[in-house]
């Protein structure tokens, strides 16, 4: 089966552009969660959807950062403007909530990084 | 707030020995998950292991176990018979039982096998 797959793998943009994040989570699964990774803070959950719907955005550092998930198979992260603090690894992440002991699975994360 | 505590950031041990990584938690919770992911340099996040508070038995996975202390909020994790492919980040992870989907992880620790 497929697991989570987040595109792209690597991300190198300039500071004020653009960035759009992409994810697709495990046919079946209704949660779908966004991380991001730095050596300072660690893993920080950002945002969560339940069916489509966004539960959570407290860890949404500030306005320049949205998240959408249009269907249960997709969902992007997007950063505008960007900035060189926003460098880290992104993941993905879905589970099947109704379950709640099942737990996370991750994607293979975008390393951004913003010059 | 939950809270997750890695005190060891780095560890090292010959291949074939046994280790053992330590986590604590700050929870409120009687019911709640624990979990133990390892981050190789692959950068994937896999899941290693994971406990339901509400079981007395420690899980285990082939050389994988923990050593769960639900009143000392303890979560170990044992590796026995060490291996290479064990060289890797492993992170500590909390979530609730009831209610939100959320991880609370530890600030990880880097794990080296030495051959």
């Known amino acids: 089966d497929a697991g989570v797959i987040q595109s792209p793998r690597h991300e190198v943009t300039e500071m004020g552009q653009e960035v759009t994040l992409r994810c697709k989570p495990i046919?079946?699964?209704?949660?779908l969660f966004w991380y991001r990774q730095t050596m300072m803070r660690g893993l920080e959950l950002l945002i969560y959807f339940n069916n489509n719907v966004p539960i959570d955005d407290s860890g949404m550092p500030e306005d320049r950062f949205s998240a959408k998930m249009p269907n249960a198979s997709f969902s992007t992260l997007k950063i505008q403007p960007s900035e060189p603090r926003d460098s880290a690894v992104y993941f993905c992440a879905s589970s099947l909530g109704r379950q709640t002991n099942q737990p996370q699975h991750f994607g293979d994360g975008t390393r951004l990084s913003i010059l | 707030a939950q809270t997750v505590t890695q005190s060891q950031p780095e560890m090292s041990v010959q291949e074939a020995e046994t280790v053992t990584l330590s986590c604590t938690y700050d929870t409120s919770e009687s019911n709640y998950y624990l979990f133990w992911y390892k981050q190789p340099p692959s950068r994937q996040m896999i899941l290693v292991i994971r406990?339901?508070?509400?079981?007395?038995q420690n899980a285990t996975e082939n050389r994988f176990s923990v050593n769960f202390q639900k009143a000392a909020k303890s979560f170990s994790l044992k590796i026995s018979d060490s291996q290479l492919g064990d060289t890797a980040m492993y992170f500590c992870a909390f979530m609730k039982q009831a209610g939100a989907q959320k991880l609370v992880f530890g600030q990880g620790t880097r794990l080296t096998i030495n051959p």
């Open positions: 406990q339901e508070a509400y079981k007395q």
């Open positions: 046919s079946g699964h209704d949660y």
